[in-house]
């Protein structure tokens, strides 16, 4: 049987856990249509719904935010009940997260203006074929770096991206088949004016979790995600935003 004592250290103990897991949390997401975005005033998107659907199966008190994704990619290394959506989980960022996912999977290839006549079937010919704009930002851009390609063209972010291609200013972009409609809109070009070409590499995106927030915390909402891709809900909030893209 426990002496008092003992069973005052379990009390606290328990309380004290108990606390930390019903910590609001903070999750941090990227204007990146149609995986999170602005409409009418109100935070939406593919990811925000999943996320909106784990808070509710959960019940854990949470706080969704809009920022640039620099500030969000930092916040979610440093601080406590922290976490940045939609992250794609790569080996140099394994270590400096937690993850809860995959919530989808998405394919990076190379584009061109279709009245280019470009054909793009290797690195090798990417490389020689012109500039090439990336946002700097991305990972596809530190990829494309580490590959040793030496015409890649950092901007600040996807709109940029897109308009230099529309104007001619570079000759190839590099993006996710998932956003490829949404960030062709910015830049005033639509799917039919560009050519895909070789599929640079596959991601899966991860809500990233920071290595201070309870394990517990983190555990439950794979739990739950989990739970959803059972019953067939993660599959139909997939579908309702992006139709044909591939589950993980």
């Known amino acids: 049987m426990a002496t008092p004592y003992r069973s005052l250290i379990g009390l606290f103990l328990a309380c004290l856990l108990g606390a930390q897991s019903q910590a609001e949390l903070r999750l941090l997401t990227e204007d990146a249509p149609p995986m ?4 009418d005033g109100q935070l939406t998107g593919m990811s925000v719904d999943i996320v909106e659907a784990l808070i509710q199966r959960t019940g854990q ?10 500030r969000g990619y930092q916040m979610a290394q440093q601080q406590a009940n922290t976490a940045l959506f939609s992250t794609v989980r790569t080996p140099e960022r394994e270590a400096l997260f937690q993850w809860v996912g995959p919530l ?15 054909q793009i079937d290797s690195l090798e010919q990417a490389g020689r074929s012109g500039p090439l704009a ?6 596809t851009h530190e990829t494309l770096l580490a590959r040793g390609l030496q015409n890649v063209y950092g901007v600040p972010g996807p709109k940029q991206m897109v308009t ?3 104007h001619g200013r ?4 590099a993006t996710e088949d998932i956003t490829l409609r949404d960030e062709l809109t910015t830049g005033g070009l639509t799917p039919e004016e560009v050519q895909p070409h070789m599929v640079l590499m596959q991601s899966d995106y ?15 909402w794979q739990l739950q995600l989990e739970a959803m891709r059972q019953d067939g809900s993660l599959q139909r909030i997939v579908r309702r935003w992006l139709p044909h893209a591939e589950a993980p």
């Not at 991860?206 to 439950?220: C, G, N, R």
């Open 36 to 39: 999170s975005f602005i409409q």
């Open 61 to 70: 008190a949470a706080q969704v935010d809009l920022v640039p994704w620099t």
């Open 104 to 118: 989808i999977r998405g394919k990076t290839r190379f584009y061109s203006l279709r009245t280019s006549g470009l």
């Open 134 to 139: 990336v946002p700097k930002h991305w990972y």
């Open 164 to 166: 230099m291609l529309k």
């Open 170 to 173: 570079v000759k190839l972009i």
């Open 206 to 220: 991860y809500i990233a979790f920071s290595p201070q927030t309870d394990p517990l915390v983190v555990d439950q």
